[in-house]
């Protein structure tokens, strides 16, 4: 607890590197074949809320290498601990993966959401190997530029009411309470995970019209600073998809989707939805043990 302490508003940065020198609660698993990556886009882990799936990412971070990580934004979710103090050892397990990557030589590059806007101020900055950006672009292997930042700039609400913000987020956080209670029932009955929450984004015709004007702007801002496309996070929700000749990707989060954005060594793109893995996952394991 006095260590993630420091790192909310008034501490020292710096002490970001201490956790890499660290043993994290849950040993780093030895993955028998990790797949690596040319670079992978996570965001909206929403470490210090209870409804962070800290424990797949984990699995995700042991199974997976890139050249680059892009972090992009509300990794850490400073709205909720300012109002609550909450951080189990898996949360700092996740802290400890990541910082881990930049000292093994990954380029880890951070750039900072609305819910960790407390680490805005050191943009421009390097800690423990780990870039700190407003903005970034990411130059792919068939050669497009991509610009990568986090979202909540295009976000009306988040511009002109921030006020409104704060009260969906805590509806946000009141339907991952029922997410968790649906979900450890699902874990009783044998079932894998399911999102609440998503389910019900997709069938509001208002959430679909603000996640598709969303990421319309987001396009069209990429598309007048001249590059090929986009990646961006806040919304939640993983796409891919070319918006008016502009690719427009979103890696999702790590609360509801548990997903990431990956590119391969050839420029091809791809988001991973880690839940649908570690269940494929367990069901073959139960396979080889029942045809045992």
Request: glycine residues 8%; neutral net charge.
């Given at each position: 607890?006095?260590d993630?302490a420091r790192?909310?508003?008034?501490s020292d940065?710096t002490?970001?590197?201490?956790?890499?020198s660290?043993r994290?609660?849950v040993p780093e698993r030895?993955?028998a074949?990790?797949?690596?990556y040319r670079?992978?886009?996570?965001?909206?882990?929403?470490l210090?809320?209870r409804?962070c799936n800290?424990?797949a990412?984990?699995?995700?971070?042991?199974?997976?290498?890139s050249d680059?990580l892009?972090?992009v934004?509300?990794?850490?979710d400073?709205?909720?601990?300012?109002?609550?103090?909450?951080?189990?050892?898996?949360?700092?397990?996740?802290?400890w993966r990541l910082?881990?990557r930049?000292?093994?030589?990954t380029?880890?590059?951070?750039i900072?959401?609305?819910?960790?806007?407390?680490f805005?101020?050191f943009a421009g900055l390097?800690f423990g190997?780990v870039l700190?950006?407003r903005?970034?672009?990411h130059?792919t292997?068939?050669?497009?530029?991509?610009?990568v930042l986090?979202?909540d700039e295009f976000?009306?609400?988040m511009?002109s009411?921030?006020?409104?913000a704060?009260l969906?987020?805590a509806?946000?956080?009141?339907?991952?309470w029922?997410n968790?209670w649906?979900?450890a029932?699902?874990?009783?009955a044998g079932l894998p995970?399911?999102?609440?929450s998503k389910?019900?984004?997709?069938?509001v015709?208002?959430s679909?019209?603000?996640?598709?004007?969303?990421e319309?702007?987001?396009?069209?801002?990429?598309?007048?600073?001249g590059v090929?496309?986009?990646?961006a996070g806040h919304?939640?929700t993983a796409?891919?998809?070319?918006?008016?000749?502009?690719?427009?990707?979103?890696d999702g989060d790590w609360v509801?989707?548990?997903?990431?954005?990956?590119?391969?060594?050839d420029?091809?793109?791809e988001?991973l939805?880690?839940?649908?893995e570690m269940?494929?996952?367990?069901?073959?394991?139960?396979a080889?043990?029942?045809?045992?």
């Open positions: 607890m006095d993630i790192l909310l508003p008034g940065v002490d970001l590197a201490e956790f890499a660290r994290p609660s030895v993955a074949a990790r797949r690596r670079a992978i886009w996570i965001s909206d882990v929403h210090g809320t409804g800290a424990d990412l984990i699995d995700f971070l042991d199974h997976v290498d680059t892009y972090l934004g509300d990794i850490i400073g709205w909720r601990l300012k109002k609550k103090f909450y951080w189990p050892p898996a949360h700092n397990d996740v802290l910082l881990k930049a000292r093994r030589g380029r880890v590059v951070y900072p959401g609305n819910h960790d806007e407390m805005r101020q390097d190997g700190i950006r903005q970034a672009v130059t292997a068939d050669g497009r530029r991509l610009l986090h979202g976000d009306a609400i511009l009411h921030r006020w409104l704060y969906g987020d509806a946000y956080h009141a339907a991952m029922a968790r649906v979900n029932y699902r874990r009783w995970y399911w999102s609440l389910h019900a984004k997709s069938r015709k208002k679909v019209e603000f996640i598709s004007r969303f319309e702007i987001v396009a069209h801002e990429a598309g007048s600073r090929d496309g986009v990646v919304i939640h796409e891919i998809r070319e918006i008016a000749g502009v690719a427009y990707y979103n509801e989707g548990c997903t990431a954005l990956v590119e391969h060594h420029g091809r793109m988001v939805h880690w839940a649908d269940a494929a996952r367990g069901a073959d394991v139960v080889e043990l029942v045809a045992a």
